[in-house]
C-alpha cells in the first residue's frame, strides 16, 4: 500500500534509479534553482519547461517518472533527497514546476518569496496567462516544503494540464512556449536585479544569520563537502 504523503524514502524502497525514474541535476552555480519533481509520466511537460526555464544559466533538478505510480509522486512537503537539498540550501530561490487541477488554461502561484510570486505573476499576466494564488495549505509560510527553505524561499508555479499542453501540442504552440518561458525568464532576472541592488536588507540578513553562530564556529574553518551530502 503507498504511503501518503510520499516522500523520497519511500520511492527508494519500491522503485529503482535508472530504471523507474531518473533524477537530473545540472548546477551551473547560479542563485535560482528551478525544479521539478513531478516530471515524465506524473506530471507531462513539466519537466521539459523546466529545463527551458532554467536555460544554461539558472540550476535544474528533475525527477523523471517512467511510469505514471503514484508511489513515485513526491510529495514537495517531503522532498529530501541529498542533491535536492544542497542544491536548496545552496539556492537564494527556487521556482517549483508542478501541474495543477485547474479546468482553463491557467496557472496557480503560491510559496514564502512575496516578492518573486509577484513578479513572476505580473509577467505571465502580460502573457495573457490567468494567474491565482495557491490553495495549498500554509504555502505561503511553511518550510515544510521544500522551495521555501532556500535563503529568500521560493515559489510553486503550477501549470494547469490545458496550459501545459497547448505549450507542447497543437498549432501555435511554439510561439506560445516561447513567448511564456521569454517572459518567466525575464521576471527572474527582474527578481535578480532587484534583490541584489537591496544591499540594506541584505546586509541585515547577513548580520541575522551571523549572530546566531556561536563565535567558536565562525573561527573555525568547516569540513569540505562531499559529492550527494
Do not use: K, W
Not at 568547516?222 to 551530502?229: A, D, L, Q, S
Amino acid at each position: 500500500m503507498v504511503q501518503m504523503p510520499v516522500s523520497y524514502t519511500d520511492v527508494v524502497l519500491c522503485a529503482t534509479c535508472g530504471i523507474d525514474y531518473d533524477l537530473i541535476l545540472r548546477q551551473p552555480g547560479d542563485a535560482i534553482s528551478i525544479v521539478a519533481l513531478h516530471g515524465g509520466t506524473l506530471a507531462p511537460y513539466t519537466a521539459e519547461l523546466a529545463t527551458e526555464l532554467a536555460g544554461g544559466d539558472h540550476n535544474l533538478y528533475l525527477f523523471l517518472a517512467h511510469a505514471a505510480r503514484p508511489e513515485l509522486r513526491i510529495s514537495p512537503l517531503r522532498a529530501r533527497e541529498a542533491r535536492l537539498d544542497v542544491l536548496v540550501e545552496h539556492s537564494m530561490a527556487i521556482v517549483s514546476i508542478d501541474a495543477c487541477d485547474e479546468r482553463e488554461p491557467a496557472a496557480r502561484i503560491g510559496g514564502a518569496n512575496a516578492a518573486l510570486i509577484a513578479t513572476l505573476s505580473a509577467s505571465l499576466a502580460a502573457v495573457d496567462v490567468t494567474v491565482s494564488p495557491s490553495t495549498a495549505p500554509g504555502i505561503e509560510l511553511s518550510r515544510a516544503y521544500f522551495f521555501n527553505r532556500a535563503a529568500e524561499g521560493g515559489v510553486e508555479l503550477s501549470f494547469s494540464a490545458e496550459l501545459l499542453a497547448s505549450l507542447y501540442a497543437g498549432q501555435a504552440a511554439e510561439e506560445r512556449r516561447q513567448r511564456l518561458v521569454a517572459a518567466v525568464r525575464d521576471g527572474l532576472q527582474q527578481y535578480l536585479a532587484e534583490t541584489r541592488s537591496d544591499l540594506g536588507r541584505t546586509m541585515e540578513r547577513f548580520e541575522r544569520d551571523t549572530a546566531r553562530i556561536p563565535i567558536p564556529m565562525r573561527q573555525t574553518r568547516g569540513r569540505p563537502e562531499r559529492n550527494g551530502e
